[in-house]
């Protein structure tokens, strides 16, 4: 070979050389991308581990333990005041929403009066006359006393001066009427008088009484209408949904709630187990529930409550290829403390 030959081969073989390592660089590279995975976005959540298949699983929903309590009204009325918003948390016995009411108001009031006048009375009966009603009910009697002396003594100036016939027997019969008028009336103060110092009679006291007690009753029952038109919470819990607003009317019955109200400190999932696998459930079982909303979490819980009695089946994903007939069997799960969840979200129940 000449030298030309040969040197014009040298660039061609080092072009060569140059493709070969650049393509191999590039099998290299791909290789790499195959084996090392993409990072993850940032924040992102490992999807859990699946389940095991020896688990029980079924569909259901978050509810309060206490139960979704709907609060309606004793009495039909209009709405005049809502004192709780959705999410408000509320005390046993506090006031959620009040009816129109002031007649009831107006009418205790006249009751209340009626029974401080019958208690006055009844206090002023055992305790007798005061000393100056003593006094002024002897002067009385006194007075009474001596009118009816110098009517007697007219009375007999009259027989006298008409048995002489110096008398009509009009004028006979008038000094007569006047003689008893104040007879009567001497006798009325001498009995009131002897009834102040005698004290009050038995009968008089109990008659009394009893008309203060009959008061006091018609008093309670006035504010025992009063409270039916007051709407309290039943126990400590949060408002989940307001169904009236104030002006709106309302009627007892659950037919026309007006607040619903759920003890949220401890949450409980209803869940569906298909009657196939009722065998493998028990009391006591751990539990775990899960949600789309809350991808990667699990919300731990035991299982507290098992129903007798085999049910259709209610909830449903929309899912093409769920099941949708079959009976099914509620399950309560119920879920550790602490575990804060909307009420009515739909959850996937895993149970060992």
Request: hydrophobic letters at 40%; one cysteine or more; proline letters at 5%.
């Amino acid at each position: 070979m000449s030298a030309d030959t040969a040197g014009s081969q040298t660039p061609r073989r080092w072009r060569r050389t140059v493709l070969v390592g650049f393509g191999l660089a590039l099998c290299a590279a791909a290789a790499g991308a195959l084996v090392w995975p993409a990072p993850q976005p940032a924040g992102a959540i490992a999807a859990p581990r699946p389940p095991d298949r020896s688990m029980v699983v079924g569909l259901g929903r978050l509810e309060p333990l206490s139960g979704e309590v709907d609060l309606a009204s004793e009495t039909s009325g209009v709405l005049a005041a809502l004192r709780v918003r959705e999410g408000d948390h509320v005390s046993k016995g506090q006031l959620i929403a009040e009816l129109s009411n002031e007649d009831l108001l107006a009418r205790i009031d006249q009751a209340n009066a009626t029974v401080q006048m019958q208690q006055a009375r009844l206090e002023r009966l055992k305790n007798g006359a005061r000393a100056e009603e003593r006094r002024q009910a002897a002067a009385a009697v006194d007075e009474q006393n001596a009118n009816l002396g110098r009517l007697q003594r007219d009375l007999a100036r009259q027989k006298l001066l008409y048995e002489r016939g110096y008398a009509s027997k009009a004028q006979l019969e008038t000094a007569e009427a006047s003689q008893r008028v104040a007879m009567a009336k001497y006798k009325s103060s001498s009995e009131s008088l002897a009834q102040m110092n005698a004290g009050p009679r038995r009968e008089d006291v109990l008659s009394a009484q009893a008309e203060v007690e009959l008061a006091r009753a018609q008093l309670a029952e006035r504010r025992y209408a009063l409270e039916k038109t007051r709407i309290r919470a039943p126990f400590d819990g949060v408002i989940l949904r307001v169904y009236k607003r104030v002006g709106e009317s309302v009627s007892p019955g659950m037919g026309s709630p007006i607040v619903q109200i759920g003890d949220l400190k401890q949450i409980v999932a209803r869940v569906q187990i298909d009657e196939a696998d009722i065998a493998r459930i028990a009391k006591g079982a751990k539990a775990y529930v899960s949600a789309p909303a809350y991808p990667g979490k699990r919300f731990p819980g035991l299982v507290t409550d098992i129903s007798p009695r085999v049910g259709a089946r209610s909830i449903q994903t929309g899912a093409p290829t769920e099941k949708r007939d079959g009976n099914v069997l509620d399950v309560l799960v119920t879920l550790d403390p602490g575990v804060i969840l909307p009420m009515g979200l739909r959850v996937d129940c895993y149970v060992e």
